[in-house]
Structures are given as C-alpha cells and as structure tokens.
C-alpha cells in the first residue's frame, strides 16, 4: 500500500514563498512519474506540475517561472518549491504517483491559503 505524505502548507502573503514535501512509502523511482496537484476553492482538482523517473518537469502554464519540482531521491521525497505566490494560488495541494497512466495514488492534501 503506497502511502503519501504532505507537508508544507500554510499560510503566507502574496509575493512569498513555501515549499511542500511529498514523502513516500515506496522508493520514488519505482513510479514513472511523481507530481503536485490542487484544488482551489469551487474549482475541480487541477495539475499543477510533474516530474517523471528520467527527470523531465511539465509545469501548468498557470506556474510556469514561480513554481519548482524536485526531488531527493534517498529520502523518497518529492518537493514543490513555490514562490511569489498570489492570492489566486490558495487551495489544497496533493501529491500524486503514478504508474503509468491508470494506477494512481494520492496523498491526504495540504492547505496552502496565500493572503493579499
């Protein structure tokens, strides 16, 4: 049972930054890929940003330049770096794995609310 950890969240000002972690049960490598979903508020869940096991990063247009993923291998830890956050950024964040494209797993979320 693969099991997903954020951590991270909180609460900033427009223009600041945090950075949320994604632990994981598993080794991270045995995924194709690791990413970063939201859901803000009355929206749908959205993608946010993916890394996959050769390290290529996709970024959703809406981040692109303010927002980083990475990775620590040995620690089985996904991070997404976020800065110069703007009150529109404000939702719950989850961490996704992905095995090939039907097996999924998700994390619990973390709150991330971004003040003007």
């Known amino acids: 049972q693969v099991q997903l950890v954020e951590s991270g969240g909180g609460m900033v000002q427009a223009g600041g930054s945090l950075r949320l972690s994604c632990a994981s049960s598993?080794?991270?490598?045995?995924?194709?890929?690791m990413g970063w979903f939201r859901q803000r508020p009355g929206k749908e869940r959205e993608f946010i940003a993916e890394?996959?096991?050769?390290?290529?990063?996709d970024y959703a247009e809406s981040v692109k330049g303010r927002f980083s993923i990475s990775r620590d291998g040995p620690a089985n830890t996904v991070y997404l770096q976020m800065n110069d956050l703007k009150p529109d950024d404000t939702g719950v964040y989850y961490c996704r794995a992905r095995i090939l494209s039907n097996r999924l797993y998700w994390g619990q979320g973390t709150q991330v609310t971004v003040s003007s």
């Open positions: 890394i996959n096991v050769g390290g290529r990063r």
């Open positions: 598993e080794n991270i490598f045995n995924f194709n890929a």
